[in-house]
């Protein structure tokens, strides 16, 4: 194992790691906002559900950037052959 | 060791061509669905029998969420809008099967359903709009947001294509690394989980796909942010 795998590795788990800390927080005050206007406002919860799963997935998008950007440092890593 | 999920498999070649696990299995769900759904309609009545009923209360909620997201007449979205959530959910559901891995959790998949709402996104908007009316969409708030406009059209295509591979794939991977820590009972409730994010993707799909296509066919001054990547 050279130094270059070392790295990648670690480089993946630090790319997984920190980008999942923003959508986490990200996701969390989506949920919270949503859950507050359905609480004050019931009857709109089917609209706020649906829209509230596309944001959800938008935010997540990033997380999934992350975690696409350490899997081809791991596995389709262009300097290791 | 797992496999990366990266490359696939071939199973077996036609002429020159490769045929991979991924497009064999793709080829099985779509004769499946194809089968199921002309065997559904063939003896559509004015009085509908149980099947009838279910195929409706399908057909009708699809159109309900088409409605309620664009706020505009459903009909000529319904078949591509649900033959994508159909296909997508049996195929991240394809994964219950034993030895079969759902041909979502590969890049290529994804990539030609990305394609197909993005080449309908530009069809659908063309039609409903005219070729000098969609162009114009592009230069909407101001000339200047043309070339995001443009970046824009590009990475929404990409986002949805990343996620549903992201998503799909990780779930894959989880549960093939408990199957090698803990093989008995373990992973069951990461498959229901896995069955969980199949069917939100597949729904998150189809609902981006139609308010793609919506930001494009609909009134210019309904744009909300949900439209934005």
């Given at each position: ?81 | ?69 664009i706020?505009v007449?459903?009909g000529p979205y319904v078949p591509m809008i649900?033959t994508l ?28 359903l990305g394609l197909i709402v993005f080449l309908a996104i530009i069809y659908f908007g063309i039609r409903a709009r005219g070729l000098?009316g969609y162009l114009?969409t ?15 059209t590009?990475?929404?295509t ?51 796909a139609i308010?793609f296509i919506g930001s494009g066919v609909s ?11």
């Amino acid at each position: 194992m050279n130094v270059l795998e070392i790295v990648s590795i670690a480089a993946a788990a630090v790319a997984v790691s920190f980008g999942a800390i923003g959508p986490a927080l990200a996701e969390g005050r989506a949920v919270a906002a949503a859950m507050d206007a359905i609480a004050r406002q019931p009857e709109a919860a089917a609209t706020l559900s649906r829209t509230l799963f596309v944001g959800l997935a938008m935010i997540e998008t990033m997380a999934i950037y992350c975690l696409v950007v350490a899997l081809l440092v791991l596995f389709a890593n262009p300097f290791i052959h | 060791m797992i496999r990366s999920p990266l490359v696939t498999t071939t199973l077996f070649y036609i002429g020159p061509v490769p045929i991979s696990e991924t497009v064999a299995v793709t080829w099985g769900l779509m004769a499946g669905l194809a089968l199921a759904s002309f065997l559904a309609t063939r003896s559509l009545t004015l009085s509908p029998s149980r099947t009838q009923t279910v195929l409706e209360l399908v057909v009708g909620a699809i159109e309900d969420q088409i409605r309620a997201t664009i706020r505009v007449a459903p009909g000529p979205y319904v078949p591509m809008i649900g033959t994508l959530f159909l296909f997508i959910l049996t195929a991240n559901w394809s994964s219950l099967i034993p030895g079969i891995e759902p041909p979502t959790a590969h890049i290529e998949t994804d990539a030609a359903l990305g394609l197909i709402v993005f080449l309908a996104i530009i069809y659908f908007g063309i039609r409903a709009r005219g070729l000098r009316g969609y162009l114009k969409t592009f230069a909407e708030p101001s000339i200047v947001m043309v070339p995001l406009n443009v970046v824009e059209t590009f990475t929404r295509t990409f986002s949805l294509i990343v996620r549903l591979f992201g998503n799909i794939m990780s779930a894959v991977f989880v549960i093939g690394i408990i199957l090698s820590l803990a093989g008995l009972l373990v992973p069951i409730p990461l498959m229901a989980l896995d069955l969980l994010v199949g069917a939100i993707q597949a729904y998150i799909f189809a609902v981006l796909a139609i308010v793609f296509i919506g930001s494009g066919v609909s009134e210019g001054s309904r744009r909300t942010s949900t439209e934005r990547t």
